[in-house]
Structure formats: structure tokens, C-alpha cells
């Protein structure tokens, strides 16, 4: 029983978070179990997450779009509903803040390549400038899963 906390959903960044999430998830044969939005906001991820996890049945595993926001639900989690993370529940964030190495966290993240977004950026602006009839490109990054403490890993998983 996977679950998804989004984002803002005018945002982009929210909309393709949650596409990758979905494709991966359709790839492993697997379907979301829950899904709520939280807009990128601690408190609003903290409702979220007691609404979520107070159902008779709830997740066993919860994606949030940003890491401040499972943040707020391992707090809830452990700290207002006595729930273990990652015995009871995994939790998975998106960015890699500082914060998230901390041991109080220790989540397990989607490192977000912010140094190669922002030089490849500035490359594409440059070429721009450099050259008005160069043509649009899109520009893949890898953006690599940081395993720490608060995601089981499953049986028979490799990185």
C-alpha cells in the first residue's frame, strides 16, 4: 500500500514528480493506494498525514514531493501516532535538503541535481545569446534515490 503526498499542483515540478512516481510504480506492478496534497506545506503536510494515517488500513509506504513535507509526516508518524518509521511506515522524500542527512531524519530521498540544473541553465541561456535561432532542448538529469533510514528496503531489491 504505497501512498503519494503532493505538492502545489500548478506546479510543474509537482506534476512531473508525480509522473515518475506513478510510471515507476505501473513498472514495478504496483497502483497507488492513497494520494492527498499538501501544496509544499509543512502544516498542511502534517493534516495530511493524520488524516492519512488514521483509516482503519493505512500505507506501508508514503512518497512526499518535497522533503520538508516528510519531514512533517514522520513527525506525525512517530511523535502524534506512535507509528515506527520505517517498521510501520517507509517514508521517501524529493530533493536532498541538508536536513535530511540529520539522524533525528535520516530520510531516504531523491537527490535533486540542483549545481547541474543551474549550469545547464546557463549553458542553454548562453548558446541563446550567443546565437537567437538556436533551437529549444530538453535536458535530462539523473536525479539519484539516497537510501538512508526511513524506507525499508524490499526483498530482492538492487540499486
Avoid at 500505507?59 to 520538508?68: E, Q
Avoid at 542527512?101 to 541561456?125: E, F, K
Wanted: include cysteine; glycine fraction near 8%.
Amino acid at each position: 500500500r504505497i501512498a503519494h503526498i503532493a505538492g502545489w499542483e500548478g506546479a510543474s515540478t509537482q506534476r512531473d514528480r508525480e509522473a515518475g512516481f506513478i510510471a515507476g510504480l505501473n513498472a514495478a506492478g504496483q497502483s497507488l493506494y492513497a494520494r492527498a496534497v499538501s501544496d509544499f506545506n509543512f502544516e498542511q503536510a502534517k493534516a495530511v498525514a493524520r488524516d492519512m494515517f488514521c483509516a482503519a488500513e493505512i500505507p506501508d509506504a508514503v512518497f512526499c514531493a518535497n522533503d520538508h513535507m516528510a519531514f512533517a509526516v514522520m513527525d506525525v508518524l512517530r511523535f502524534e501516532l506512535g507509528l515506527s518509521v520505517p517498521g510501520d511506515v517507509s517514508v521517501v522524500g524529493y530533493d536532498d535538503v541538508m536536513l535530511a542527512a540529520w539522524p533525528s531524519y535520516d530520510l531516504t530521498t531523491v537527490r535533486q541535481p540542483a549545481g547541474q540544473m543551474a549550469q545547464s541553465c546557463v549553458d542553454i541561456l548562453m548558446d541563446r545569446l550567443s546565437d537567437p535561432d538556436t533551437k529549444p532542448r530538453r535536458v535530462a538529469l539523473d536525479g539519484p534515490l539516497i537510501i538512508r533510514g526511513s524506507a525499508r528496503i524490499p526483498k530482492g531489491w538492487t540499486s
